[in-house]
Nanobody
Framework: QVQLVESGGGLVQAGDSLRLSCAAS???????MGWFRQGPGKERAFVAA????????AYANSVKGRFTISRDNAKNTVYLQMNSLKPEDTAVYLC????????????????WGQGTQVTVSS
């Protein structure tokens, strides 16, 4: 059983940066990791994913060029560096994990963190 704990959210102004962290524990940890977000009144949406080795990454078009996903396997932690934040980035950001790349990208894993709130003011 994998446990995922996100941190690093907060209230920032448009144009600012934040770095989110997701610490994983329990079970075999050679997982694909991903970030999703759910804004007010919106469905959960894919943000970014990274393979276990870190050699493969994927991003939603809306964040490409502004967000960077990375991981430190020695710390069992995945990061989401968010730059040039916009008010439309306001959402709860959730971490997910699975051994299968497609499962993570589709948001179909049963392993999710509790989420961390990111609020971007204009």
């Amino acid at each position: 059983q994998v446990q995922l704990v996100e941190s690093g959210g907060g209230l920032v102004q448009a144009g600012d940066s934040l770095r989110l962290s997701c610490a994983a524990s329990g079970g075999p940890l050679r997982y694909v990791m991903g970030w999703f977000r759910q804004g007010p009144g919106k469905e959960r949406a894919f943000v970014a994913a990274i393979s276990w080795s870190g050699s493969s990454t994927a991003y939603a078009n809306s964040v490409k060029g502004r967000f960077t996903i990375s991981r430190d396997n020695a710390k069992n932690t995945v990061y989401l560096q968010m730059n040039s934040l916009k008010p439309e980035d306001t959402a709860v950001y959730l971490c997910t994990a699975h051994t299968n790349w497609d499962t993570v990208n589709a948001g179909l894993s049963r392993y999710w963190g509790q989420g961390t709130q990111v609020t971007v003011s204009s």
